[in-house]
């Protein structure tokens, strides 16, 4: 009895916290004096996919995303020669890990536990050389890598406990649009994807941290697996907008780089990982977002599925022939330009 009032608890609690969300928005759209802007408050850069990176006050923009973000990633061989890109989802132990740049240096530290760090060039050259490519794909998009160095796969053999995993740096980056699974996102000929899932820079905001802190149930909360921004893996934070007016944007502009919002993040077991690369007990956030914000892309309604997607943060694309050496900073203005209708949660 207990344990199915728990439920009913929990239930009840995802559908108060649902509409509470609706009823927020609802008034956020009908208000006459709509607030269209926000403070950038923190800048992370994740050199490798599915690994812990760094904050910045300030960091450039590259050709698909801030520079070196997500430049890297672990890949396991295929039967037919190319590579899958895993994350902590199927290698736990990359949620341990991190990397950091020293931009003038040009040099990245890798750490991870039991093993000691390792310091390695980022410049450019490495990329470059004649060396093999080695056949890539996330979701449907196709690219190319090459093996970063030989020292480099050993450090993370090591690390994660797996003599098969190389490591890699995306040298063509993916092409959105010749994906057929790309959830239907519009993109165009020059959006271009390193090892991020689906675009080239994450966004999320404080509010919207601070409102999925009050909506896990108090049983699904623990020590060591408290709420923070990093474990979203965002590019950027900002603050001063109230949560979920982001459903609504469409196009913003952070200092004068201009961004085009691809679509709501799907969220998925890597937020579950707390710094220590320990998975939650009970799952969370992603349970809680399963239940409060589970709604379909826009992009979504015309393909066949079964749950839709626990959605939190936005996907978006720069134009990187205009904006590629822009610098993003902390305390730049976000301002949202244009906006859209924002999903229907169920």
Request: charged fraction near 20%; include cysteine.
């Amino acid at each position: 009895m207990k344990h199915w009032k728990a439920v009913a608890a929990a239930v009840g609690a995802g559908l108060v916290a649902r509409w509470a969300s609706g009823m927020l928005l609802n008034a956020i759209q009908r208000s006459q004096s709509l607030k269209n802007t926000a403070t950038v408050t923190s800048l992370f850069v994740f050199p490798i996919k599915g690994v812990g990176g760094f904050e910045v006050q300030e960091w450039p923009l590259g050709p698909h995303g801030l520079l070196w973000d997500r430049e890297w990633a672990v890949g396991l061989p295929k039967d037919d020669g190319s590579y899958q890109v895993v994350s902590s989802n199927r290698l736990q132990r990359l949620a341990a890990a991190t990397a950091s740049i020293d931009l003038a240096g040009q040099r990245m530290t890798l750490t991870a536990p039991g093993v000691e760090s390792l310091t390695t060039s980022v410049r450019q050259s490495v990329a470059e050389a004649n060396v093999t490519l080695r056949p890539i794909e996330i979701f449907g998009m196709p690219g190319s890598a090459v093996e970063e160095s030989a020292e480099a796969t050993a450090w993370w053999r090591r690390a994660v406990g797996n003599d098969d995993v190389v490591f890699l740096r995306i040298v063509t980056a993916r092409m959105p649009q010749d994906s057929p699974n790309h959830q239907g996102c519009p993109v165009t000929e020059a959006d271009s994807i390193g090892f991020h899932d689906y675009a080239a820079l994450h966004i999320i905001t404080r509010e919207g941290v601070a409102w999925l802190d009050t909506v896990i149930p108090r049983d699904h909360q623990f020590p060591g697996f408290e709420i923070t921004e990093a474990q979203f893996r965002a590019n950027v934070v900002v603050e001063g907008l109230p949560f979920p007016d982001e459903d609504t944007w469409s196009v913003v502009t952070i200092g004068a780089t201009k961004l085009r919002v691809a679509k709501q993040s799907g969220r998925c077991v890597i937020p579950t990982h707390n710094a220590a690369g320990e998975r939650h007990p009970r799952f969370e956030p992603t349970a809680t977002l399963r239940r409060v914000r589970r709604a379909f892309h826009r992009h979504q309604l015309g393909r066949p599925t079964k749950e839709g997607l626990f959605m939190f943060g936005l996907d978006l694309f720069h134009d990187a022939a205009i904006a590629t050496g822009n610098i993003l900073r902390v305390g730049d203005t976000l301002t949202v330009t244009e906006r859209q209708t924002a999903p229907e949660y169920f």
